[in-house]
């Protein structure tokens, strides 16, 4: 018999998997493993993003140098534009060793004949990385003897696109930042030397983690084949479909719930799936720093407002470090079940907004 959860119940295993109940993670290497990744963006209109996920899950305690430090010692990895615990790299190098693999699409497969091409640049890249790096890629020779052609983004960027392939081959690899900039070495040098999980394996491990800290996804949305799916099938009342759940989480539903408030950086996981956020939490959200100004509803780089497990709002704030404030454009409140918010709710939002500007070393100006 197939479980049917309430959309609380279902709220609230999503919020407890993504570690945002009063119970907070043990620092910043036990969040990331629990989160599986952290997203890298260049946008700090507040703080940049894997510092903001972070800092909702750790509070105002959370130092962004533990992070850089991580990073320092290899302990945490960036792959993709992913940050993550640097012993979940053996989950991935079977797949590395195999790319593109025996199924891949055309455009995966014209990629591999683009880098066959230019294996005389990628063995170029490979020893000058080996005798002086890390090195970013403006510091990398490009001798690709045929250019990288796409709808005109990535044009001219030869060598940008080489290190992405050569990281999917698991020959290169991030091996920290020089400001913005990526530095690159080779994998060797950077990875953990950990025996590669075999990929059927690997890729079911995947999966279980991901749903872990999901806590539940739409049905067949996995990278498992349909019968080799993993977690527990629900549904969800009032939500047309099926959903995979979490089982350790599942167990819990109905028990003690943990509720605190907190603000949410664009790019969190709790957002990520916006058809989910819809059909779970009644929460409509768009990032709006590529619209207009005269286009935004909740401004360039609104933190979305979680109170328990309701996203309740949009806080429209800018950090601006040289006058020493956290200014505070707009903070849009949400209906709550059609009513607006009050002074409970109210003083939350307000003391996480004195939260951020502390931990940011900022004053809060309205």
Same mark, same amino acid.
């Given at each position: ?46 703080? $940049? ?115 992405? #392939? ?31 999980? $075999? ?56 028990? $003690? ?12 996981? #709790?957002?990520?799936?916006? +058809? ?14 590529? +619209? ?21 709002? +949009? ?52």
């Amino acid at each position: 018999m197939v479980d049917v959860l309430s959309r609380r119940d279902a709220r609230r295993l999503a919020v407890r998997a993504q570690v945002l109940t009063a119970r907070r993670p043990d620092g910043v290497l036990d969040t990331i493993r629990r989160l599986v990744v952290l997203q890298h963006d260049p946008i700090a209109a507040v703080a $940049p993003s894997v510092d903001l996920v972070l800092f909702s899950r750790l509070g105002s305690s959370y130092d962004p140098d533990e992070l850089t430090d991580l990073v320092a010692q290899q302990r945490v990895v960036e792959i993709d534009g992913l940050l993550r615990d640097a012993r979940d790299v053996r989950l991935l190098t079977a797949d590395m060793a195999a790319w593109p693999g025996p199924d891949a699409p055309a455009w995966l497969l014209g990629n591999a004949r683009w880098l066959d091409d230019n294996r005389g640049a990628r063995r170029d890249v490979l020893d000058a990385l080996r005798m002086d790096g890390p090195l970013t890629a403006g510091e990398l020779p490009d001798t690709c003897a045929r250019p990288w052609r796409s709808s005109g983004w990535n044009n001219h960027k030869n060598v940008t696109m080489l290190l992405g #392939l050569l990281v999917q081959t698991g020959d290169v690899a991030v091996a920290g930042r020089r400001g913005r900039e990526k530095l690159w070495d080779l994998a060797e040098r950077v990875y953990p030397p950990d025996e590669p999980v $075999p990929a059927p394996d690997a890729r079911r491990i995947r999966d279980e983690r991901r749903l872990a800290s999901l806590g539940l996804v739409r049905d067949r949305v996995l990278e498992g084949y349909p019968d080799d799916l993993v977690g527990e099938v629900v549904q969800v009342e009032g939500v047309r479909g099926r959903w995979r759940a979490d089982p350790a989480l599942l167990a819990r539903v109905g028990g $003690p719930f943990e509720p605190r408030t907190a603000l949410l950086s664009p790019f969190d996981r #709790l957002l990520h799936d916006r +058809k989910r956020l819809v059909e779970l939490f009644e929460f409509e959200y768009a990032l709006e720093m590529y +619209k207009p100004a005269a286009q935004r509803r909740w401004g360039y780089y609104a933190l979305p407002v979680l109170h328990g497990d309701r996203l309740v709002g +949009k806080l429209d704030a800018t950090a601006d470090v040289r006058r020493g404030r956290l200014v505070v454009h707009a903070l849009h409140e949400d209906p709550l079940d059609g009513e607006p918010w009050d002074d409970e709710v109210r003083d939350a939002v307000d003391a996480q907004v004195t939260d951020l500007a502390r931990w940011l070393e900022l004053t809060v100006e309205r």
